[in-house]
């Protein structure tokens, strides 16, 4: 059960021929896989392409009706692997994930399948998570389709071109005898858009008759001497089939007049991006007329040595739009140019920045710089372009930016994360600092404020192979964070068993929330949902112990704060060797909300007891010193001003967000902090004996209170 | 659909452009949804709509962004339309919050010439505010100046208690107010339209999206005011009908009026705290300081020892004990605080639960002062009662009980062990700031004012102690100095910087260089 259910997006996928599909671009691929008569579809979930995987999961009945295996890939390595598939068989298979970081995870089984190369279309669709908002480093694919010799397209970011990428991919593949890479960009996938949808197609060689008819080619294993061959083979019948192909077919695109002083190549995906800001320059229009010549490679690699040739031949400078590091492309361009003596100049990396975002205002001011250099005469006395640096500049504005706060990304509200990291700052506060190595997932958060902890991440499922050097004698031991997701990805492997077998002597804390919970609550093995589709509920626990770990400790409710504190404690001094392995296991509040709201709601209209919990502070006993912001971070828990004349800093204040989680009583338990947190267990529709008994209480109570306060000597209010 | 004239159009270009719209708001906010419904809009007027995001992990409770452009097609042919925002390209900016109102005039989304800012003015803190031990909110009013400065115009409002008030979200509001704006060429039924074909929570919606519409209408929101709360101090009375409260009245009255509010109000916290001759004390303490303040020239300073003294000698005498505690969680004020707070309907119980962890030093601080001693002098015998905390379900008798009786103890309050260190104390302090004030006034006052360190309870109670006590340690030798009084300041804020005292022991270590 994926963060959000997809049943409408799954209707789109139903679209025949001639009718309008208007969605995201991600979605479009997914419609564009099945219009394709795709078999089998692959992947591991990651931002931007996790649509795509949920989507197909919602679509089991439109996938059994078209014959096409969908598989929840346990990673990328698993994904790429099941495109062998395509090897020896005419069948169609796609695979997805989040590049660069999922290509790297990949590459192995890339690496073997492009050298054997590939008889039914295999495509690899990366969503290519760079610039604003990713979550990895920033490093380019690009160099993995050279290094592989497999085929790179990155169409025009609107829906039909990438839909019609997606199709040409697989002739591509086919024609080429190659893997194809179709790579789209965040901003791209997470598109709104619209294209003239296909009717889907049944493959027409299934996965079914391969099965029971194998066939097998030694020359296709990658052993010698056929891997030798197969080097030969790239170069000297695939990358021609590829060119002829890509030719032929004007997979690459050209735009504006055809004589011309000076033009652009731009990668397909940076094409909206010249044209608004040739418009800015007063030189093209909104509608795609352009006064300078484009050159849009919606192939990024190969480039076609001819096309380019004939596209500079003739020009005094052609400038290349190519986001990111190293300049593949433009210095791709120098060879050929300089191969066939053409003296067109090559700018590219000179007026615009080798690092960082491409984003408007940089390419605008990239192809002025260029204009400058080349073609002054067609700036003309155009305006200057928009921008923001009369406003930049302004003290007021100035003053404002050192006053609005950072919001970085962090846990949710209720998030069960957070009270394993506030028993670690707890243990830390009695033991000293210690070193703590980071993981992928949600938990990576606590390497920001406020918990602060988490030295390194050096990919998913690797926190505790990246401790695996601090396996020496010393008065503190290394601690390693990993997740569920990670720990399935590949962490059980290489990092659990990595420390078994090398007799790691550091703490592992496996935080498990039942979900691949960052990329949208995807189930993995350990899911504890039932899923008809696919085997859930194997315990990490039983995982760990089954490789060998002697040390385990689990809990099913990380908000036990106390607990996690005193376990964590008794991991860092035990006297056992080993790895000593906490698993602590709650569900990602994110998704137990959006399973469980609804019921409650349902079920206090239906007019059943519902208990609801919520936490609040008492502001009158809370001195605001913020303690337990500092134990918590919970968006809910906030602080307010208050009026009172004897508080100097604001009081803690709990919104109505709040989900009971528990988190913040536990840790002022755990912590010993002020006692102004209280649970409030709001009962709905309560039962005759519950008035009954709240009634007794209340006149108890209430004949108490006002004795009290009669007798008290105080100024009024 | 305004024209850009310039060569485009001496080429023979369409002059057209896109209507162009940011989306600010932090995960889970709805700005999605508002986006979604913006596309929808134009969609349904035949317009081309395109919009993007990057949600990802930012989508987990980040600042993110969301950015649309439309306009209509041309003789068949659809328009090219950014993926990203182009700095003073923006037409309207929608911020679901106000520093994210601030976060895209940074941006350069906010342009003079063309940008229409429409914002939420409530505020939504970051971790860098709440985790300070000192206020380190932002203040809203900057983002109001440089909204002035950056935005062609401003709709300023608080929209997320208007949401609150319909059972609908902020973005119902934002829409509202962009429909109010008219900043695109749609009807509001058109707008309305959208919300009704959404299907889920349309009367809620439609509610918020039409309350937001009549309130950006008004002149006010152009320039929203976003002052933050002040210190509500309670009027002098002429007199509280009981001879002993009067006395004490009487007495205020003979301090000079500028401390009158604060002396008040630190009576009447006293009164509360214990009686009114506990209150009478700390005005003999107020009485001997504003001698001593007037002796030293505090006519021209405004008193501002004793105004200091009236407030944090308050603070210091209501100290946080067992008792104050157990007092005020039971109190009727207390209860029904928690129905309002928690919005707690007639036809629902409300109960609580306090997490209590009473360690051997509070439990021996409420005991007369030489079974205290006792008590923490064997901690081996007495410790085993205190280990455990106390989840105190204090909405059953028998709990109620339990804090009504611990409550009930307020009698013998000045004889624990508890009181005896707090007074012990405040003698030191207030012993500190007198014998300074000859030689430097104003460093005695930071003496004073000093005593805002202290807040909390155990460990951070402890910390703050000891902070307290590192900053008056430097004021013997500051005294000495002209400047003193401003590295004392200077070293207060630094210790409300970081829980650790890091900023504190770095301006320690300079102040040490003088």
Known sequence: MAERSFAREVQDLKLGDGDEFRGEGILAITKALLQSGVSYVGGYQGAPISHLMDVLADARDVLDELGVHFENSASEAAAAAMLAASVNYPIRGAVTFKSPVGINVASDAIANLASGGVTGGALIIIGEDYGEGSSIMQERSHPFAMKSQIWLLDPRPNLPSIVKAVEDGFELSEASHTPVMLEVRIRACHVHGRFIAKSNRRPGFSLRQALENPRRDTERVVLPPASYLHEREKIEQRWPAAVKFIKERKLNELFGPEKADIGIIAQGGFYNSVMRSLQQLGLADVYGETAVPIYVLNVAYPLIDDEVAAFAAGKKAVLMVEEGQPEFIEQALNTILRRRDIQTKVCGKDVLPMAGEYTPAVVTKGIKAFLELHAKDLLGNAPPPPDAAAVLVDPKVKTLAKTVPPRPPGFCVGCPERPIFAAMKLVQQELGPHQIAGDIGCHLFACLPPFNIGATTMGYGLGPASSSAFNVEADKRPISVIGDGGFWHNGLSTSVGNAVYNKHDGVIIVVDNFYSAATGGQDIMSSRAKNPARSTNNAIVDAVKGIGVKWVRHTDRTYNVGWMRDTLRDALTSKEGGPKVIVASSECMLNKQRRVRPQFQKSVRGGQRVVQERFGVDEDVCTGDHACIRLSGCPSLSVKETDDPLKDDPVAAIDQNCVGCGNCGEVSEAAVLCPSFYRADIIHNPTALDRFIAAVRRAVIGFLQRRREARRVVFAD | ?514
């Open chain 2, 1 to 514: 659909m305004n024209d850009q004239s310039g060569t485009g159009a001496r080429r023979g270009f369409t002059t057209e452009r896109p209507i162009c719209v940011a989306i600010l708001a932090m995960g889970g906010q709805g700005g999605g949804v508002l986006a979604d419904w913006i596309v929808a809009l134009a969609e349904a007027q035949g317009w081309h709509a395109q919009t993007t995001s990057v949600p990802g992990v930012a989508q987990r409770t980040g600042a993110t962004l969301y950015y649309l452009e439309m306009l209509p097609p041309k003789e068949g042919r659809a328009p090219i339309l950014s993926l990203m925002p182009a700095q003073g390209e923006v037409d309207v900016v929608l911020a679901a919050e106000l520093m994210e109102a601030g976060r895209s005039i940074l941006r350069g989304l906010v342009t003079p010439d063309r940008t229409t800012l429409i914002a939420s003015t409530h505020r939504l803190f970051a971790t860098a505010e709440k985790e300070k031990p000192g206020n380190a909110i932002a203040d809203p009013s900057v983002v109001v100046e440089a909204a002035g400065v950056a935005a062609k115009r401003v709709i300023g409002f608080d929209m997320e208690a208007l949401a609150n008030a319909s059972h609908s979200h902020i973005s119902a509001c934002l829409f509202g107010t962009l429909a109010a704006s008219k900043t695109l060429p749609f009807p509001r039924d058109a707008f309305e339209a959208v919300i009704k074909a959404g299907g889920r929570g349309v009367e809620p919606n439609l509610n918020a999206f039409r309350a937001a519409y009549e309130q950006a209408g008004q002149p006010a929101t152009a320039k929203p005011a976003v002052k933050r709360p002040g210190k509500r101090f309670a009027p002098l009375p002429a007199a509280a009908g009981r001879a002993d409260l009067d006395r004490l009245l009487v007495r205020i009255r003979e301090f000079p009026a500028p401390l009158h509010d604060m002396l008040f109000a630190g009576v009447k916290r006293l009164t509360d705290f214990q009686d009114p001759a506990y209150a009478a004390e700390y005005l003999d303490r107020i009485g001997t300081l504003h001698a001593l303040d007037r002796d030293n020239g505090g006519a021209a300073k405004s008193y501002a020892l004793a105004a200091a003294a009236a407030k944090y000698l308050a603070v210091a005498m209501a100290y946080d004990d067992v008792i104050r505690v157990a007092d005020l969680k039971t109190r009727t004020s207390r209860f029904e605080r928690v129905q309002r707070d928690n919005a707690v309907g007639d036809g629902q119980i409300v109960y609580t639960t306090e997490y209590m962890h009473p360690r051997l030093e509070e439990a021996a601080g409420t005991m007369p002062a030489p079974l205290g001693r006792f008590m923490e002098a064997h901690p081996r015998l007495f410790g085993v009662l205190f280990r455990k905390s106390r989840r105190v379900r204090s909405g059953t008798i028998r709990w109620f009980l339990v804090l009504y009786g611990l409550a009930a103890l307020k009698p013998i309050r000045r004889s624990t062990l508890r009181h005896r260190r707090e007074m012990a104390h405040i003698d030191k302090w207030l012993a500190l700031a007198q014998a300074s004030i000859a030689a430097n006034y104003d460093v005695a006052v930071e003496i004073v004012n000093a005593r805002r360190l202290i807040k909390g309870y155990s460990d951070t109670h402890a910390r703050g102690e000891s902070k307290f006590d590192r900053v008056i340690g430097a004021a013997p030798q500051l005294a000495a100095r002209a400047d003193g009084a401003d590295w004392m300041r200077r070293l207060r804020d630094a210790a409300l910087l970081d829980e650790g005292g890091i900023a504190l022991d770095g301006a320690l270590k300079t102040v040490s260089t003088l």
